[in-house]
């Protein structure tokens, strides 16, 4: 392309821009001051990769970018945008694009950024992330160079095995243990009170977001696949907890508190009190963080910053369908308002389309969540689209607002591989509708709970999987368990059912062992 093409090009989006921000306004549209930036598409993809512009550098990311950017290179797939929950917003519009493409874009990612200020999903996410992940990033340099970049390396690998198992609903474990009362600091019984509480020894273990948004250019397609039963075990400084050793005397039996002996409750209730975690823990890598004995102060950081960042990444998660639905939605009615030649309105229809096109294997969720906010505004009236982008996530979104006419209209079905072929096993728009929601529950993501930090009492890990029908994909709990065991320094355990049978599956630093319970 010509430098003054490019120029043109250019000049056309610093005019056109304004005109989009100000017709998303006038729609109603609430967003942060936006950022745009025209870029070649090998920093695209590296963008796209890296999840954000400002990441650390693992090998994983270079094997996603790889991935992308083949496929654009052959013509299989295009990210046009990627768009940054920031204050202010940062879109990344591909150099290539038409200049009725980047608007189409520019028009997509107004109603993203909308949804990220306003969907309370993401009401507790840092808007300062992409400054963040920049100082986090130097910090891991900082390390690679001080302990070895191959060491550090291999603490990543562990670590970003299980971050997706986090509990985004408690930021720390401390924040969910009961509170000690507090001392007022000039009651003249200010010793007593502190005398009571060390007596008390309180302390113990409790239960203790989003990124980038990309508009892929791949037609999506509308099905559910209810048959690949293939989840995975996958993956704030913490000050190092401690596993205190548990006794390893006989349970007494009742006897009079004369004697001095405790009973048997007494014994039951000193073992809850010793056990940690005193519940099961969701946020794994925080009980990693905080408990784990043999973590040096550079890896609590690591794990900080991968749980910091997966706070931030996890509402988009949550909320696919309906964030790419309501910028569809808007970019349409958007571009309808802006005075386009026959060229153009013929390029943006075109592009519209590829982008809502179905397909028979998976769900689009550019078409579904569009087809889902029109019916919701013919039904309604358009204040309750505003209202469910306010409140909703994917799950109550498509519970509450995917009907029968619209799984029949947009031919959803489920289907599993039977035998050598692929089959349709339901077409029940209930049944589709509730398995949508099942599939959606942590994120898709498989729920994990730790459920003794000191198993066996020596200090080993013990991880129950909470089996709802959905078995583990096991070659991929095999590979994560010796993660697991990198980051706890102890054997560590999973328990889950296969063929309707409970299994232990345990890494003790050789070998992966199995165990029928």
């Known amino acids: 392309m010509e430098q003054g093409q490019i120029t043109a090009e250019l000049d056309r989006l610093n005019r056109s821009i304004p005109q989009l921000i100000a017709i998303a306004k006038n729609f109603g549209l609430d967003f942060y001051d936006m950022r745009f930036e025209v870029v070649p598409a090998d920093v695209l993809y590296t963008f796209g990769a890296y999840g954000m512009p ?68 993401f009401g507790g996410t840092s808007r300062l992330m992409v400054e963040s992940m920049a100082s986090s990033a130097e910090r891991i340099r900082e390390y690679e160079i001080r302990y070895g970049r191959e060491k550090v390396e291999t603490f990543l690998d562990a670590a970003m095995a299980v971050q997706e198992h986090i509990d ?29 509480q060390r007596l008390a020894g309180g302390g113990g273990l409790g239960s203790g977001t989003a990124g980038s948004s990309g508009m892929s250019g791949a037609g999506g397609g509308v099905g559910s696949n209810a048959g690949s039963a293939t989840s995975g075990a996958s993956g704030s400084s913490g000050s190092a907890g401690k596993v205190a050793p548990a006794s ?23 073992e809850e009190e010793r056990k940690i975690p005193a519940r099961p823990e969701k946020d794994l890598l925080l009980f990693i963080m905080e408990y784990g004995r043999f973590l040096d102060d550079w890896q609590r950081d690591i794990l900080t910053i991968l749980r910091e960042e997966m706070l931030y990444f996890w509402p988009q998660m949550r909320t696919k369908i309906m964030n790419e ?50 019916d919701i505004e013919q039904r309604y009236g358009r204040d309750m689209i505003f209202e469910v982008r306010e409140v909703d996530t994917d799950q109550s979104f498509i519970r509450n607002y995917l009907t029968k006419e619209l799984v029949d209209s947009a031919d ?82 999973i328990e889950t059912v296969v063929d309707g049978k409970k299994i232990q599956f345990s890494y003790n630093g050789e070998k992966v062992q199995r165990k029928y319970l």
């Open 54 to 121: 400002t990441r650390f550098s693992h090998w994983s990311f270079g094997k996603s970018f790889h991935r992308l950017k083949m496929s654009y290179d052959y013509n299989l797939s295009r990210i046009y945008e990627l768009v940054i929950n920031s204050s202010p917003c940062y879109a990344f519009l591909l150099e290539g694009n038409t200049p009725i493409q980047n608007e189409l874009v520019a028009a997509h990612v107004l109603a993203h950024c909308d949804f990220f200020k306003n969907n309370a999903a």
């Open 412 to 493: 959803l079905y489920l289907y599993k591989r039977v035998g050598n072929q692929w089959q349709i096993i339901e077409k029940n728009w209930e049944v589709i509708r509730d398995e949508m929601v099942n599939r959606m529950t942590n994120g898709g993501l498989p729920t994990l709970f730790v459920e003794d930090g000191d198993y066996n009492r020596a200090g080993e890990l013990l991880v129950r999987h909470a089996y709802e029908g959905v078995e583990l994909d096991i070659p991929y709990l095999e590979k994560t368990l010796p993660h697991l065991f990198t980051l706890w320094g102890r054997t560590a355990y």
């Open 168 to 196: 985004p609903h408690i930021h720390t474990i401390k924040d969910a243990l009961p509170k000690e009362p507090k001392v007022q600091p000039d009651s003249p019984f200010e010793d007593l009170f502190a005398l009571d």
């Open 248 to 270: 390893k005397g006989a349970m007494a039996s009742p006897a009079s508190p004369a004697t001095g002996k405790k009973t048997s409750e007494e014994e039951r209730r000193s």
């Open 325 to 374: 639905g309501w910028a569809t939605y808007w970019h349409m009615r958007i571009m309808r308002e802006m005075d386009m030649e026959e060229d153009d309105a013929w390029e943006f229809a075109k592009m519209h389309a590829q982008v809502t096109q179905p397909s028979r294997s998976s769900i689009n969720p550019y078409f579904l969540g569009l087809k889902i906010f029109e």
